[in-house]
């Protein structure tokens, strides 16, 4: 049986059928390739457009940190489930980094499974 990382889907790593789901499923990160260390930066995450039904929806996005020089990683930062049909996946984190680290969102489709993209972010 495979491990759990294995059954994430995410732009480097898609074949078949799900190669199509890819626009639709991977989340979207904007967020600063540099920042200062311990000033506040916004992180913008989205996925879609993407349908929002009861059948059909996001239902959660998970965000963990990597921070770099860590004895162990990841951090988790921050969790959203969503009432489909009420709430669209975009979310807006406020955060603030002491160290160059990267961030891994994952979000999950209850047809589609579970997406991951990855943003690194150097500190000055
Ligand atoms: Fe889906």
Sequence with gaps: MKSFGDL??????????????????????VAPDKVRANEVFEVRISVGPHPNTVEHSIRWIDVYLYEEGRKFNPIHVARITMEPGFVEPEIVLRMKLSRNGCLYVLAYCNQHGVWEVRKEIRVE
């Design 8 to 29: 994430i889907y995410s732009r480097e790593k898609v074949s078949g059928e799900a190669v199509s789901k890819v626009e639709s499923h991977a989340p979207k990160i």
